[in-house]
Every structure is written in C-alpha cells, then in structure tokens.
C-alpha cells in the first residue's frame, strides 16, 4: 500500500473529503517522525512500536573491490509489531 492509496482508504471510510485526508495522514507521519528525530519511542497500542537504533561506527569490505572502508555512526528507524498485529497475520 502506498501514501496516496493510504489517503484514498482514509477519505472513503471516514468520509471526508481526500485534501482533508491528504492532510491527516501527512500529520500522522510528520508527528512520528519528529518523535523519532527527538529520540522518543512511539507506541501505537495494537500496532506496534517505533524506536530509534543507534549503530557505531564500524570497518567495513568493499564487496567490488575488498577495499577496507570505515563506515560511518547512523540512526535508524526500528519497527516492532505489537501482539494484535502480529495475532491478526496468522
């Protein structure tokens, strides 16, 4: 499922119209992700929880080459499934 088809759900079930949808669904994902920047968890009772992963700075291998590389500290977005959701994939 892509944004605008997310957007097309939530206009047709809520019965708003598809700008106002745009907006809500956009606000959702700004907020998320302004948490995440923050550093905060966001727990979304029977979804899941977001989180931010912290990775150090490591050596690396060129695949192509074999080159030794550094590879740089990162952040990145971490997704844990909540119990409903994962009872509801069985």
Do not use: C, H, W, Y
């Not at 957007?7 to 907020?31: I, N, Q, Y």
């Not at 500290?73 to 994939?89: I, N, Q, V």
């Amino acid at each position: 499922m892509t944004k605008a088809e997310l957007v097309e759900t939530v206009a047709s079930k809520v019965d708003l119209p598809r700008a106002v949808a745009e907006r809500a669904v956009g606000t959702v994902f700004d907020e998320l992700t302004e948490a995440l920047k923050q550093g905060d968890k966001v727990n979304i009772s029977g979804f899941g929880t977001f989180s931010v992963s912290e990775r150090k700075a490591r050596t690396g291998r060129n695949p192509k080459t074999g080159e030794t590389i550094q590879i740089a500290a990162s952040r990145a977005a971490k997704f844990k499934a909540g119990k409903t959701l994962k009872d509801s994939l069985k």
